[in-house]
């Protein structure tokens, strides 16, 4: 059987697909790259804008057209489907979850999946880590946590032994997740996978601990993580381990007003406690590369609120930012709350946003040409080989340059 493989949304999407073209590959099953050669097309899906959802069943709509594969939808969009995701054209299948089990299942193989292993492999040299899935808050904007269900961490050596197997091919290991910065809060309560102990120390700052201790000729790197859940170990490891773990954060802002980020529901920071611990870390490193999610046009979101992003995002190092404008996502909350703006408002305030984000981008990208930076291979592009550093910037070389390691120390060009 050929199956084509597509992925819309975060690295936990991109994890999640992994792990299921690795139970294919092992039952068998040839991967295409093209959906008119495909006999079947897995397409993982994503809800968090309107956007990722009209991409879904454009595509879904092409591969009916390009060939005689026939669809499974999965992932967070096929989670909350109430019918319109299954009655598109040439759709077997729309599978609530992730789990390599079930697509199989709805492809029609069974196939004992104790043969597959776990891993990123096909994220080229950067390998991803899942170390939790689902989140226990309910961001007004956000329908994540209904798609994904609640803060479920993975245990601490599963979590090792799949690193080990990671690092044999990957210079650079991403922690990702729903919301890693709970990792082990459940485990805390009690609620963990069974075989953990109530009140073990486990904690975003300590797996980190373990897996560096395990394999320290890794760099890892944390996917996006709330900057107020940087814990004191985290930014320790941060400041001390630098050949350990990257100097980048991703650090979700959404609004830079209280006010708004009360109405989004996001009560575990304000946008002074944000602001003073990026300033506390931004101070006692050398590099830091510095992103952001932010949300444009926000329902009720004032003038003056939009300013206080603004003004918030000027005055913190930024390297780059995330923009997305305000899109009603149906099964969120924030879809029924009032003073929703005019689509014209929420373009302007992006492109504001999107502005301010390209300047400071380009200003961090000026104040480290020439300088040193610890380079890790990330694929090849029109001949040219392409690195990431730590703080998260990509240089290109050319192939002739290369000695054929996987980590080098580059100059910023
Ligand atoms: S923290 Fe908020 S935005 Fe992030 S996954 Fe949880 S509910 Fe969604």
């Not at 395990?214 to 760099?219: D, E, F, K, L, T």
């Not at 506390?280 to 952001?292: C, D, I, S, T």
């Not at 390691?405 to 060009?413: A, L, Q, S, Y």
Request: proline fraction near 5%.
């Amino acid at each position: 059987m050929n199956v084509y493989f597509h992925t819309f949304g975060c690295k936990a999407n991109q994890y999640d697909t992994e792990r299921v073209r690795q139970a294919f590959d092992a039952s068998g099953a040839t991967v295409v790259d093209d959906p008119a050669l495909a006999d079947l097309a897995v397409i993982n899906s994503c809800t968090v804008t309107s956007e990722s959802e009209v991409k879904l069943r454009r595509l879904v709509r092409h591969v009916a057209k390009s060939g005689h594969a026939q669809t499974i939808v999965m992932g967070c969009a096929a989670a909350l489907d109430s019918g319109a995701i299954a009655a598109l054209p040439s759709v077997r299948a729309v599978v609530a979850n992730a789990e390599p089990e079930t697509v199989l299942a709805a492809a029609g193989i069974s196939y004992p999946l104790a043969a597959t292993r776990r891993g990123g492999q096909g994220v080229r040299s950067r390998g991803l880590l899942k170390i939790q899935d689902g989140c226990d808050e309910h961001c007004t904007f956000c329908a994540t946590t209904l798609a994904r269900g609640n803060n479920r961490s993975r245990a601490v050596a599963e979590l090792i032994e799949e690193a080990l197997g990671l690092a044999q091919h990957h210079p650079e290991i991403v922690l990702t997740g729903v919301h890693i910065g709970t990792y082990g809060q459940d485990v805390q309560r009690g609620s963990g996978d069974p075989g953990r102990k109530p009140g073990d120390r486990e904690s975003l700052g300590a797996l980190l601990e373990s897996l560096i201790t395990a394999i320290p000729h890794v760099r890892f790197r944390l996917g996006s993580v709330e900057a107020t859940e940087v814990d004191d170990t985290l930014a320790r490891l941060l400041i001390e381990a630098p050949r350990n773990l990257a100097a980048h954060l991703h650090a979700p802002l959404q609004s830079g007003s209280d006010r708004v980020l009360k109405r989004m529901g996001r009560h575990w920071y304000t946008a002074e406690s944000y602001r003073a611990r990026i300033e506390w870390l931004a101070e006692r490193l050398p590099v830091l590369g510095l992103g952001a999610d932010v949300i444009a046009g926000f329902p009720g979101e004032t003038d003056a609120d939009h300013h206080a992003s603004l003004t918030l995002l000027n005055a913190l190092p930024f390297t780059y930012l995330h923009v997305f404008p305000f899109s009603v996502r149906p099964d969120a909350p924030a879809a029924r709350l009032p003073g929703q703006l005019r689509p014209e408002l929420i373009r302007e305030r992006a492109r504001e946003l999107r502005e301010l984000g390209e300047t400071k981008a380009t200003a961090y990208r000026a104040s480290r040409v020439g300088q040193a930076a610890d380079g890790v291979v990330t694929g090849r592009q029109q001949g040219r080989l392409e690195l990431m550093t730590e703080d998260y910037l990509s240089v290109y070389l050319d192939t002739d340059q290369w000695d054929g390691r996987p980590r080098f120390e580059v100059t910023v060009n």
